[in-house]
Every structure is written in structure tokens, then in C-alpha cells.
């Protein structure tokens, strides 16, 4: 398992600052190792890959994004969401970014503030080269504003991570909290 940084604020971040501005109660979780989670959610979160491109394998399309929240300052763009298939609107995951828009390149800023597009698949798009360093895998207690974004009912344990995103050199392009639905729902 990757071991949470000392330089972010906890495993959670972003998500985290987007459950305290919205005032919403700590979400509960437990991280767990790499080897802990199970299948098919295994596949889907412990790699070093970008969950887009997986993602769209495992659901035979592509994903769109539905903003749920956002933050922009010009040098760092904030956003809640749930990743969707194109067709049929599917929700196959639901997390947090922080995008560091300084340190990627200016011509994808428009591309990214619209939010349309996970940030994975800009990247790819783009052939802009970037490594993916799972921080930690997660086992997260369900609560309402899980279900009410992912479309679900019911007590549910959920499979996640806290991944970073970054460049050649080293930059952070992204922090990112990614928990995928219940495997019934999530299902191929």
C-alpha cells in the first residue's frame, strides 16, 4: 500500500476540503492494503495507470464527467464529481481533484475548467507523458451524499484510492480521491 505523504492535509484531500465547505460529516473509511481489495474493484484501482483508460475498458465506452461541485483560482482548479459512461449516463465513479493547473501546459486549461472530460483522458489525449502513485486504497462507509451522487440505495462498503497524478519531471498535475460504486452497479 502506498503510504499516505506528510505534505497533504490527509489521505481524503481533496475530498475532504469539499465535505467540510459543503459541512458534511467526516466520511468513514479505512485504508487498506493493495491485496485487501477485492475483485473486480482490484482491477479497476491498484495500478499505476489512469482510472480513465480503465475505466472505459471495464464499462465498453467513454466517460464524461458530471461536475458536481467546483473551484477555480487560475492556478489550481478544485472539482466534485461523478464520472459517467457517455452512454446511458452510468455512474462508475465518484470523487475529488485537484487539478495544479500551473504545471500543465496552458493550451489544456480551457479543456479541463470545462469539465467534460476526466483529466486522465485530456492527458492521453494531449500524449502528455505522466506517471499515476496510488497513495492509498480505501474501504469507505457509504453515506447519503455517496448514494445520492452515485445513484444508489442502501448500506454499502465501497473500494477506492488517493492517487496522485504527475509529470515527467516530477510536478504534481493532480491529487485525486476516485471510489467506485458498488460491483452489482459497477458491473462491466
Given at each position: ?98 487539478i495544479s493547473l500551473a504545471n500543465l501546459p496552458e493550451e489544456l486549461h480551457d479543456k479541463i475548467v470545462a469539465a467534460q472530460r476526466p483529466l486522465g483522458g485530456i492527458l492521453n489525449e494531449h500524449r ?61
Open positions: 500500500m502506498a503510504t499516505p505523504s506528510t505534505t497533504l492535509p490527509d489521505v481524503l484531500y481533496p475530498l475532504s476540503m469539499f465535505r467540510v465547505a459543503r459541512g458534511l460529516p467526516t466520511l468513514k473509511f479505512e485504508a487498506v492494503e493493495g491485496s485487501e481489495v477485492p475483485q473486480p474493484y482490484a482491477d479497476l484501482l491498484v495500478h499505476e495507470g489512469d482510472m480513465t483508460s480503465r475505466l472505459e475498458d471495464f464499462h465498453g465506452g467513454s466517460i464524461c464527467v458530471r461536475r458536481l461541485n467546483s473551484s477555480n483560482d487560475g492556478r489550481a482548479y478544485f472539482r466534485e464529481v461523478v464520472l459517467e459512461t457517455v452512454e446511458g449516463a452510468k455512474p462508475v465513479e465518484y470523487g475529488a481533484i485537484e502528455l507523458s505522466y506517471s499515476s502513485s496510488p497513495r492509498a486504497f480505501l474501504k469507505v462507509t457509504a453515506d447519503d451524499p455517496i448514494r445520492e451522487a452515485l445513484g444508489i440505495e442502501g448500506e454499502h462498503l465501497l473500494y477506492g484510492r488517493s492517487n496522485e497524478i504527475a509529470g515527467f519531471n516530477g510536478e504534481s498535475y493532480a491529487r485525486i480521491v476516485e471510489i467506485l460504486p458498488p460491483a452489482q452497479a459497477a458491473g462491466g
